[in-house]
């Protein structure tokens, strides 16, 4: 559903401003490797604050307080 979606949009912008729509679809690839270090460092901060969490949740788990 998410392809389709930027698909449409970029056939509209394809039709308002084609310059502009080749110029985003040369860019594209450029943009996604820029941003992979970002999604990298958010996966490691998802992993820390689980972790963190779990610790800190620790000693309920082991008094046999579930949720």
């Known amino acids: 559903m998410k392809v389709l979606l930027i698909m449409v949009l970029w056939a509209i ?3 308002v401003c084609w310059p502009l729509a080749i110029l985003v679809l ?3 690839p450029v943009i996604w490797l820029l ?13 820390i604050l689980s972790l963190v969490k779990s610790i800190l949740f620790l000693p309920a788990r082991v008094l046999g307080c579930r949720p």
């Open 26 to 28: 040369v860019l594209w």
């Open 13 to 15: 912008l394809l039709a």
């Open 35 to 47: 941003s992979i270090p970002f999604k990298i460092a958010a996966v490691i901060m998802e992993a």
